[in-house]
Nanobody, 122 residues
Framework: QVQLVESGGGRGQPGGFLRLSCAAS????????MGWYRHAPGKQRELVAT???????NYADSVKGRFTISRDNAKNTVDLQMSSLKPEDTAVYYC????????????????WGQGTQVTVSS
């Protein structure tokens, strides 16, 4: 089995800073892409940022220049540094990873964390 466990989040002020972390554990052979998605009330889940194993990143236009995604391949972790927070960043944030499990025959599977609430308000 594979688990993604998120930490961080909580409440931040407009213009402030928050950091999310996610750690993958279990029967992992290799992790390909990792990323963060968010789901705000009344909206569809949307991509926030992704990062490849080689470090190539992709960001939603709404967070470019404000959020930074990074990963540690040795620790199987991915972080999201969020700065210049806006009220519209309020959402449940989900960690995602595309993982090839040990003994899975090279088939990649999508895994999700349980979600962590981020609320931006003054």
């Amino acid at each position: 089995q594979v688990q993604l466990v998120e930490s961080g989040g909580g409440r931040g002020q407009p213009g402030g800073f928050l950091r999310l972390s996610c750690a993958a554990s279990g029967s992992i052979f290799v992790i390909n892409a990792m990323g963060w998605y968010r789901h705000a009330p009344g909206k569809q889940r949307e991509l926030v940022a992704t990062i490849t194993r080689g470090g190539d990143t992709n960001y939603a236009d709404s967070v470019k220049g404000r959020f930074t995604i990074s990963r540690d391949n040795a620790k199987n972790t991915v972080d999201l540094q969020m700065s210049s927070l806006k009220p519209e960043d309020t959402a449940v944030y989900y960690c995602n990873a595309v993982i090839i499990r040990l003994g899975s025959g090279w088939t990649p599977y999508d895994y999700w964390g349980q979600g962590t609430q981020v609320t931006v308000s003054s």
